[in-house]
């Protein structure tokens, strides 16, 4: 069977993450999405996204496949409900359908067209950017027993202090010395050349993934993913980085959901608490309105390749498109659109040949290139998000 993930009826809801990915390329845990479907089914997935993305997100089709909601993230009754689709069959629960057997992938969706087979059971899918950190916990612990399942840890060095070392994965070529880890609150998993610099006081939950670094005398509170190849330093409360990102200095980041090439400059502070306790509204591009997250606790929600200088204060529940540059004094909007140039004193447009030097140069300090797939995405996304640009 070929197994494809769609965007389902949220991706709007998810931006930025997904201006630049689809939904099942979100990274939540230790796993993307779609990384966690390919685990589970032990089978590859293409992707079904816009236009815009399928060059470096392709779909592949088969005479047989089952598409499959990237909202919704897999467990053992999920994929043995999804394997068992039968062509003409859709699996549903009451907020739309789950996945669907067909073989005609490439043809707009209808739900009429199939025999709709209900899901009881519980499930986890990702419908607001706030539901990434506020479900990370649980599902740090669920990826963490996945990924580790039937695998031997390498040794922890004796150099630092452990509770609950039962808790703690470390793969090869990681780098754990002088720190001290308390995995009875949370799972630790250490990715391949994953570095924790000496000084580093981590209370689990964390996925430090593959070449990832911890940067010296870094507090970790629990529930925090930072993606491959990403930098954390300061003090980092229930946050996901994707991949590639980098808060590696002093500074405060809690209850937030940075995208992939972020860059967060030394000092900067995120405020996840509301000065009078409410609840935090977030601002939605769908309904171009501030959504009620029901949190008490939200932070800062960044697009891919944005970035902020040093000292910049971000407000509780801030949302910052792809390509921003942040910087100076003040607190700047809660909603900073997509390739904005400036701060509290006001934005210009942040052109297109500017971000992607930028872009290039970050990259190319991962050794990784900047290539013509991803400047198409990048243009599409400035075209896109002109609207919100109104300075």
Not at 98 to 113: C, G, L, M, R, V
Not at 170 to 193: H, Q, R, W
Request: contains cysteine.
């Amino acid at each position: 069977m070929n197994y494809i993930l769609s965007d389902g009826n949220y991706r709007e809801d998810l931006f930025p993450f997904t201006l630049t990915r689809p939904v099942a390329g979100i990274r939540i845990g230790i796993l993307t999405i779609g990384e966690k479907w390919e685990k589970w089914l032990k089978a590859p997935v293409s992707f079904q996204t816009e236009d815009y993305l399928s060059e470096k997100f392709p779909l592949t089709t088969e005479a047989q496949n089952i598409v499959v909601n990237g909202s919704y993230l897999p467990n053992k009754t999920l994929v043995e409900a999804v394997q068992n689709l039968k062509m003409g069959e859709m699996l549903v629960d009451d907020e739309g359908y789950i996945a669907y057997a067909t073989d005609k992938p490439e043809i707009e969706f209808q739900a009429s067209n199939f025999t709709a087979i209900p899901f009881n059971n519980e499930v986890l899918a990702i419908r607001k950017t706030w539901d990434i950190f506020s479900n990370n916990a649980v599902v740090l612990q669920s990826d963490f027993d996945l990924v580790t399942k039937g695998r031997k840890s390498q040794p922890i060095p004796d150099t630092n202090q452990v509770k609950s070392p039962e808790n703690i994965f470390i793969e090869e070529g990681a780098t754990v010395d002088f720190c001290i880890l308390n995995a009875s609150t949370g799972p630790i998993y250490i990715g391949k050349d994953a570095l924790m610099m000496e000084g580093c006081a981590v209370r689990g939950g964390l996925a430090l993934c593959d070449s990832a670094i911890l940067k010296m005398g870094t507090r970790i509170y629990g529930a925090v993913t930072a993606g491959p190849g990403s930098k954390l330093g300061g003090e980092v409360n229930n946050a996901v980085l994707f991949a590639n990102s980098n808060k590696g200095h002093d500074g405060f980041l809690g209850n937030s959901v940075l995208g992939e090439w972020c860059n967060i400059g030394a000092d900067t502070n995120t405020s996840n608490l509301k000065n009078n306790y409410a609840a935090v509204r977030l601002w939605n591009y769908k309904t171009e309105g501030f959504d009620k997250t029901g949190l008490q606790f939200c932070g800062l929600m960044m697009g891919d390749h944005s970035k902020c200088g040093i000292n910049v204060m971000f407000n509780t529940g801030t949302v910052v498109g792809v390509s921003a540059n942040i910087f100076g004094s003040g607190f700047p909007r809660n909603f900073i659109p997509s390739f904005s140039w400036g701060g509290a004193a006001g934005y210009t447009t942040f052109r297109t040949n500017k971000a992607f030097e930028v872009a290039e140069a970050m990259m190319k300090r991962r050794n990784m290139e900047f290539n013509e797939a991803e400047a198409k995405i990048l243009e599409h996304v400035f075209e896109q998000t002109q609207k919100w640009r109104n300075f």
